[in-house]
């Protein structure tokens, strides 16, 4: 009996002592104990034991990253995402540039690399299941391959109205024998190379007009005077000349030798005079 008084009295006096050392925080003091209603003391004693809601607000405000997401990347993170770059190898490294980009830098990554086939031969287009057949865009979005922004806005859906549109237009084969001069002469100037120039400087042939290959103009004879023969290949005398720079007529006086002039629409040399 006086054991069991003595451990008890033992235990009072360590619980007292606890109670009398706990001091209590600013904030419980200054809170007045009026204002607690009983929702709030339930859900004071549904939250554990060292619960602090200053560490549950410092949570939710947290990078997700934790600490190392809201620092800026060391120079090791750097130095490791270029180590990583740099593992990417060319290949076509060794070989000379001149080989590189022709022909051999080609069949090299067609026989060896399988993987750049679609950049070095391209894809069939029947394998895209893509209907080739229709008249339909393939896509309503503008894409290029160049290019690293997104798509740019659809293509607008519209169609031109059948009055702008002219049908009955007669090839220039049939029509080019009613063109008057000027036309020929611009269809020769700004149709370098095409077949159309080669129709305009016939027509301009059957016409009496010769090329002066040494002059680089259009010129024929004019018919108020009659040139003067000076010899078997050449003449002397006023010619209407074609002013390509000043885009007119000029009538000037020239030394005209047959040799320089281009024949090549007839089938034989003969002078202005002839």
């Not at 290949?91 to 086939?117: Q, V």
Request: net charge neutral; with cysteine; aromatic share 8%.
């Amino acid at each position: 009996m006086h054991a069991n008084r003595a451990g008890n009295g033992l235990l009072s006096a360590l619980s007292a002592t606890s109670r009398a050392a706990d001091v209590r925080s600013p904030a419980a003091i200054a809170r007045p104990q009026d204002s607690r209603t009983p929702a709030g003391e339930d859900e004071q004693r549904q939250k554990p034991a060292g619960y602090r809601e200053d560490a549950a607000d410092a949570v939710g405000g947290r990078n997700p990253l934790g600490a190392i997401g809201n620092d800026p990347p060391t120079a090791k993170v750097k130095e490791e995402e270029k180590a990583a770059a740099s593992q990417v190898q060319d290949p076509l490294e060794g070989m000379a540039p001149i080989d590189k980009w022709g022909i051999k830098g080609l069949r090299t990554l067609m026989n060896n690399f399988p993987d750049y086939n679609a950049l070095t031969c391209g894809l069939d287009p029947s394998l895209l299941n893509v209907d080739m057949r229709s008249s339909d865009a393939i896509s309503t979005k503008i894409y290029s391959v160049f290019d690293d922004a997104p798509p740019r806005p659809p293509v607008p859906n519209f169609r031109l109205p059948d009055c702008y549109q002219v049908k009955n237009v007669q090839p220039i084969e049939a029509k080019i024998s009613s063109f008057n001069e000027e036309t020929l002469m611009w269809i020769f100037y700004s149709c370098p190379r095409d077949i159309k120039q080669q129709m305009a400087a016939i027509e301009l042939n059957n016409r009496n007009w010769r090329w002066h290959k040494k002059y680089q103009f259009w010129l024929t004879k004019d018919d108020i005077m009659a040139p003067q023969t000076l010899g078997p290949g050449h003449e002397r005398g006023y010619y209407i000349v074609w002013d390509a720079a000043n885009w007119r007529k000029e009538r000037r006086e020239l030394v005209l030798q047959y040799v320089d002039l281009d024949t090549t629409p007839t089938t034989q040399l003969q002078g202005l005079g002839a």
